[in-house]
């Protein structure tokens, strides 16, 4: 499975950014998806996640009412709407496929991963 992020980019504090990401398979339509990011010198930490139907979703605590996950239906395409972003945010984003049909957290969870788009959030 191969995964493709796009819409990152520059933005100021306060605006809005929206990620998409599409798995090259089908099957990944069947499976939990999730956004993690890494800021320079830190460690790839969860950012949201969305069960395989979008019934269940999970959020970090630092994203919650500002960030907003869903995927389109039967596609294996997730979205991540970011408003009201902060400096803090800036990160690579990375979308992942998930083992099971979940919403989860873990890292390990996670068995495919994309490239990664660059977020930047100028105060």
């Known amino acids: 499975v191969q995964l493709q992020a796009s819409g990152g980019g520059l933005v100021q504090a306060g605006g809005s950014l929206r990620l998409s990401c599409t798995a090259s398979?089908?099957?990944?339509?069947?499976?939990?998806m999730g956004w993690f990011r890494q800021a320079a010198g830190k460690e790839r930490e969860f950012v949201a996640a969305i069960s395989w139907n979008g019934g269940s979703t999970s959020y970090a605590d630092s994203v919650k009412a500002r960030f907003t996950i869903s995927r389109a239906y039967a596609e294996s395409t997730v979205y991540l709407q970011m408003d009201s972003l902060k400096p803090e945010d800036t990160a690579v984003y990375y979308c992942a496929v998930a083992r099971g049909g979940r919403a989860v957290e873990i890292r390990s969870a996670y068995n495919y991963w994309g490239q990664g788009t660059q977020v930047t959030v100028s105060s």
């Open positions: 398979k089908r099957t990944a339509s069947n499976n939990g």
